[in-house]
């Protein structure tokens, strides 16, 4: 069979496709970053640096700078701003993340916001060196509206019959099963394809190709995402501290070092405090080797 | 306004994603095309033209997304489906002897009337062009064609609004060369909605989407009706109605909808696997190899395996369909009944779906559909179709509300199309959106081979832009064509793209693609200059 078949091809092409051997390009020469929305909870931040870019950046600050610098992600919420200079901000949050990776999902830290993602280094003494700056996304708010119109106004328990008959309780549910009688539709052309050549199949494989010379590196970070949800009137705390329930759920993201133990105790009480219910959570990163 | 308590806004969304392949004399994607044609939207003319006939009026909304009307006007598909359907109506004649006779003989009878049927409508009454016959309709006040993005981009993830802007302003144009008229209303592909898109509607005379329940529930201020009456997004006054969960989930629901009746007919089990090889040979594809050929003898019968099937009875099945279709319109009626008491207006709910569940999936959706119309018409006077355009009409007066970003999708957002399965296409899709306004800015009055090059490179960026690639990645089916599709489109975009700066165009390798991405013929690439976009937000501020 012909190497440059689709799976969907079933016979020798009319004409041959003098572009189905090449790949796509791995990145395209620029240094510069995309910031897309998921949902109201995380963002999706992806980015290309080039070699020009760091050599730039090391002659302007000095290799030891760098290699004593942390690499992050800081996220400035900028809702509201007509303008974001760099530093008026309503408040920003840093990330450890690996350039390498080249994206990175993004837990928000609020739904309903808007955000600029820059990735930089945060030196020894604590300054920032910006690499790429990214475009705004707003985040949805995920919940309804505390805005009332004055003009529209509706008694409160009627609202509340209509938002439960308007589904608000299975609001992005359902959509699952819709979509497997849609996949499965395809699926049938799928399983009695004529099968693809191997070429194609292992194709994604090696978008970012490795030398194979190169020696082998690995580099990993973690964060860890507590998340969970407790009855209204709860009061939770995780850690000793208090956190903010919002619609009875909560969600914390906490970095987790090489080499570390992590005790997260998530305790949960009523007002009075006589009853409580406790969940212990401990994570433990080795060091690396 | 009559007596009715309310209104049912029925919108079927038909759509398929544009695949050709010139190259090829047998492809086997392109039968996704054939099968939707046979099963879904010929069988929905059926049902207008004998309605019409029979002198029931209805209301029904329909996306006809751009793709879809290119592949119903493009030559070789045409011919390629005529073809497909004149093997049907032959096999399943030879089937009529075969079945003489034995329980299969009114299953096979059926196949014969429908395929002819669907073949004399196809070539007698609309010429070989499907598109004739939904614009009659809508000419008639029953059908209101909607538009779509103009391949089903994907729009909240478009970080240019040069992108955004182009595939609504493309998606017009084509609807105006096909329809004579500007669109009404348009379906967000995958319901979509990222707030200040609207100004791109608006710019076009669009008046309305459609949105997921949560995007209008989520709605800043709060919206007083519910999901049960539209709201205007504000400065632009387009008109965004919600879908209604709860004749949805009738429907899908897969442990209650209604597709799951054991007398309906079995998908999963054809001829092209049942018949003797040498038989059925002749209507496989060229390969030869067994696959689904349309036609299916059995019933769901219950959780049975598949040689355990009964035959399929058409006659008991479509009392069925009548049967559901008797509930859903009592389900219709309870609904809006109880809602009346509510709210302070006649409460609209719509029903959304895709199209090609009616026919393809659910092979007695059109008979289904084809009752209700009916039941509505003749059997009661409490509630009453409609479409978004007339209740505009009888309803000028909305709340403005902003609705929240949203999809259909799974949860709500855009996870189903973007999660680490497919989020590496956006690297592709937002480089080649900037060096397509690039382009566009740099060459604002490019002609002869130029201007064919810059205008391929539009079609290249719009088809890799289809958010059923992303899909299809991620349900894990057509996963290698949908990559395959994506990757093609971005190879040849940054060849073309090479060769425009390089001042060294191929006229060979711009007709070459002209040929096999040859959607939108009439495209101009200045939509993705920057000052078109400009024009629209300055408008809208």
New interface residues.
């Given amino acids: 069979m012909d190497t440059n078949l ?6 020798t ?3 041959k ?1 003098d ?2 051997e ?4 791995a ?2 020469g620029k240094t510069e970053s ?1 910031l ?5 909870a995380w963002l ?1 931040l ?1 980015w ?1 640096i080039t070699v020009e870019t760091f050599d730039c950046i090391r002659s302007q600050y000095g290799e030891d700078t760098l290699r004593s610098a942390r690499t992050v992600i800081r996220l400035h919420d900028v809702t509201d701003l007509p303008l974001f200079d760099g530093t008026n901000d309503v408040c920003h949050y840093d990330l450890p993340v690996i350039f390498e990776a080249r ?1 990175w999902y993004i837990n928000a830290p609020q739904s309903g916001r808007s955000y600029i993602a820059d990735l930089g280094y945060i030196t020894a003494d604590g300054r920032f060196i910006l690499v790429s700056r990214s ?1 705004m996304t ?8 505390d ?3 004055d ?4 008694v409160e328990g ?2 509340q ?3 439960r ?4 309780d ?3 549910m ?17 399983l ?3 099968g ?1 050549p191997s070429s ?2 292992s ?2 494989l090696h ?1 970012d190709k490795v030398e194979e010379e190169e020696d082998i590196w690995l580099k990993a970070d973690c964060e860890i995402i507590i998340y969970g949800s407790a009855s209204k009137n709860a009061i939770v705390s995780i850690n000793g501290k208090d956190i903010e329930l919002k619609e009875g759920k909560f969600s914390i993201r906490q970095h987790l070092p090489a080499g570390s133990v992590v005790d997260l105790p998530i305790h949960a009480r009523n007002a009075k405090g006589d009853k409580t219910r406790h969940i212990n959570i401990k994570a433990l990163r080795e060091q690396g080797k | 306004m009559g007596q009715e308590k309310g209104y049912l806004a029925l919108v079927l969304h038909a759509h398929l994603p544009f695949i050709k392949h010139p190259e090829y004399p047998d492809f086997l994607e392109e039968d996704w095309f054939y099968e939707a044609m046979v099963e879904t939207y010929i069988p929905l003319l059926n049902v207008f033209e004998n309605l019409t006939e029979e002198g029931t009026d209805f209301r029904l909304t329909m996306t006809l997304t751009p793709p879809l009307c290119n592949m119903m006007e493009d030559p070789l598909l045409i011919e390629r489906f005529r073809q497909y359907l004149n093997r049907r109506v032959e096999l399943s004649q030879k089937e009529l002897n075969r079945t003489q006779g034995t329980e299969f003989e009114g299953v096979a009878r059926m196949y014969f009337n429908k395929f002819r049927r669907y073949q004399d409508l196809f070539e007698s009454r609309y010429h070989g062009h499907v598109l004739e016959g939904f614009k009659k309709f809508q000419d008639m006040g029953k059908l209101e064609i909607i538009t779509c993005c103009a391949t089903h981009g994907y729009l909240p993830l478009m970080v240019h609004k040069e992108s955004v802007n182009a595939q609504i302003k493309i998606a017009a144009h084509d609807y105006r060369s096909r329809f004579g008229k500007s669109p009404r209303g348009i379906w967000l592909a995958e319901c979509a909605y990222n707030p200040g898109d609207d100004k791109f509607l608006r710019a076009e005379g669009i008046r309305f989407f459609f949105t997921e329940a949560h995007g209008i529930l989520h709605g800043t201020p709060r919206p007083k009706y519910g999901i049960y009456a539209p709201v205007y997004c504000p400065q632009t006054g387009v008109a965004a109605f919600a879908r209604d969960m709860e004749s949805a989930q009738q429907v899908w629901s897969a442990e209650t909808g209604y597709p799951g009746d054991p007398r309906y007919r079995e998908f999963y089990r054809d001829l092209g696997y049942d018949l003797d090889y040498d038989y059925i040979k002749p209507y496989l594809h060229s390969d030869g190899v067994r696959r689904n050929i349309g036609m299916k003898y059995h019933k769901i019968t219950g959780k049975v395996a598949l040689n355990q099937k009964q035959a399929y009875d058409p006659y008991a099945a479509r009392e069925v369909a009548a049967q559901h279709a008797g509930n859903f319109m009592f389900n219709r009626q309870k609904q809006i009944e109880y809602l009346s008491t509510i709210i302070d207006r006649k409460p609209l709910v719509v029903s959304m779906y895709d199209a090609e569940l009616y026919g393809h999936w659910w092979y007695e959706g059109i008979d289904f559909l084809e009752y209700l119309f009916k039941k509505i018409y003749y059997d009661q006077d409490e509630i009453k179709l409609i479409t978004p355009s007339e209740y505009l009409e009888m309803y000028p007066q909305n709340q403005v509300v902003q609705p929240s970003m949203s999809s259909w999708g799974d949860k709500g957002y855009h996870d189903v199309w973007l999660n680490s399965g497919n989020d590496w296409i956006y690297r592709h899709l937002i480089k080649a959106s900037e060096r397509m306004m690039e382009l566009a800015n740099k060459f604002p009055n490019a002609e002869g081979l130029l201007r064919r090059a810059l205008n391929q490179l539009a079609r290249e960026l719009v088809l890799m832009q289809s958010s059923d690639w992303a899909f299809l990645m991620t349900t894990g089916t057509a996963k290698e064509y949908s990559t395959k599709r994506t990757k093609d489109h971005i190879k040849r975009f940054n060849e073309l793209y090479e060769q425009v700066q390089g001042n060294r165009i191929q006229e060979g390798y711009v007709y070459e693609l002209e040929q096999k991405d040859s959607i939108f013929q009439q495209i101009d690439y200045n939509v993705y200059a920057s000052g078109a976009k400009e024009a629209v937000l300055q408008k809208y501020q």
Avoid: C
């Fill in positions: 689709s799976s969907g091809a079933l016979v092409p009319l004409r496709d572009q189905a090449m790949d796509i390009p990145g395209y995309f897309l929305p998921k949902d109201p999706f992806f290309e994206s475009n707003a985040l949805p708010p995920g919940r309804i509206s805005v009332i119109d003009k529209w106004m509706i009627d609202f019959k209509l938002l008959l308007s589904g608000a299975y609001i992005g359902g959509a699952s099963e819709r979509m497997q009688v849609l996949g499965q539709r395809w699926k049938l052309t799928e009695t394809s004529s693809a194609w199949s194709f994604a978008l």
